[in-house]
Nanobody, 115 residues
Framework: QVQLVESGGGLVQAGGSLRLSCAAS????????MDWYRQAPGKQRELVAS???????NYADSMKGRFTISRDNAKNTVYLHMNNLNPEDTAVYYC?????????WGQGTQVTVSS
């Protein structure tokens, strides 16, 4: 059973930083692309960043230069380092993976950035 458990969200001042973690279990993830999405109230869920099994990364334009996605396959964990946060980054952040053509999501972790 694939399970993604997220942590690291919280309240931070504008300009601050947070590191989100996603602990994956129930499958082999070394060759899987892992993603971070976010969803703000009243808005659609949007892709934030992706990292392939080989370590290649992609970012949404608004996150380039501020966010960094990484992974530790030995720990089955994916990270999202967020720097220079602003109130527009306030959202629930979700970890995501596709395994056997099925989408799996974490429970989400709330990130709130105050001005």
């Amino acid at each position: 059973q694939v399970q993604l458990v997220e942590s690291g969200g919280g309240l931070v001042q504008a300009g601050g930083s947070l590191r989100l973690s996603c602990a994956a279990s129930g499958s082999r993830f070394g060759s899987k692309t892992m993603d971070w999405y976010r969803q703000a109230p009243g808005k659609q869920r949007e892709l934030v960043a992706s990292i392939t099994g080989g370590g290649s990364t992609n970012y949404a334009d608004s996150m380039k230069g501020r966010f960094t996605i990484s992974r530790d396959n030995a720990k089955n964990t994916v990270y999202l380092h967020m720097n220079n946060l602003n109130p527009e980054d306030t959202a629930v952040y979700y970890c995501h993976v596709i395994v056997a053509y099925l989408n799996y999501w974490g429970q989400g972790t709330q990130v709130t950035v105050s001005s």
